[in-house]
T-cell receptor, first 115, second 112 residues
Framework: GAVVSQHPSRVICKSGTSVKIECRSL??????MFWYRQFPKQSLMLMAT?????????EQGVEKDKFLINHASLTLSTLTVTSAHPEDSSFYIC???????????FGPGTRLTVT | GIQVEQSPPDLILQEGANSTLRCNFS?????LQWFHQNPWGQLINLFY???GTKQNGRLSATTVATERYSLLYISSSQTTDSGVYFC??????????????FGKGTKLTVNP
């Protein structure tokens, strides 16, 4: 149980375009989803927290107009990187937790390369 | 904010050896989790252990919440144990936000 998927696993896009990443909880209802960013050989940094049906809460320094998060249902959250630039290239990972459950379960990640 | 320090930063073992990874945190926590990030980037849940001791096969973990540290034990290591081990905590001072703060990880390499 507690499986989280992400799509796509890898994406290459041109500078100035937008990219959407999907995060799905496959076998449980995710009341809260989290989006992280990880640079090579570094730890995970939380970008934002999203609860189903409400606006995401962004961490300090994360541009909410650049990283659009939508948590439309209890099994799906999306992260859209708008007007991507090479410095947005990174490994993006989502996690999810269910109601009354403290553990977070992580997706396999999406590697974004902006050329 | 809370500080999460993991040691050692790097560890190289021969297959079959045992090891202990440490996580120190500077404030009280609601939640503590250990993860293994495999070479493909997937984080695998190892333990949810805000206090006490748990065991799962060759792995076990102990958290002493009053002294603000947690230990992850790996016995009879295998090459498939290679990767980065992260400790992550949800500080009480966050007021139930459930956000995890990650340590910098311990990179484990197990040689055949």
């Amino acid at each position: 149980g507690a499986v989280v998927s992400q799509h796509p696993s890898r994406v290459i896009c041109k500078s100035g375009t937008s990219v959407k990443i999907e995060c799905r909880s496959l076998d449980f209802q995710a009341t809260t989803m989290f989006w992280y960013r990880q640079f090579p050989k570094q730890s995970l940094m939380l970008m934002a927290t999203s609860n189903e049906g409400s606006k995401a809460t962004y961490e300090q320094g994360v541009e909410k107009d650049k990283f659009l998060i939508n948590h439309a249902s209890l099994t799906l959250s999306t992260l859209t990187v708008t007007s991507a630039h090479p410095e947005d290239s990174s490994f993006y990972i989502c996690s999810a937790r269910g109601l009354g459950v403290y553990e977070q379960y992580f997706g396999p990640g999406t590697r974004l390369t902006v050329t | 904010g809370i500080q999460v320090e993991q040691s050692p930063p790097d560890l190289i073992l021969q297959e079959g050896a045992n090891s202990t990874l440490r996580c120190n945190f500077s404030d009280s926590v609601n939640n503590l989790q250990w993860f293994h990030q495999n070479p493909w980037g997937q984080l695998i849940n190892l333990f949810y252990i805000p206090s006490g001791t748990k065991q799962n096969g060759r792995l076990s973990a102990t958290t002493v919440a009053t002294e603000r540290y947690s230990l992850l034990y790996i016995s009879s290591s295998q090459t498939t144990d290679s990767g980065v081990y992260f400790c992550a905590v949800d500080p009480i001072t966050q007021g139930g936000s459930e956000k995890l703060v990650f340590g910098k990880g311990t990179k484990l390499t197990v040689n055949p």
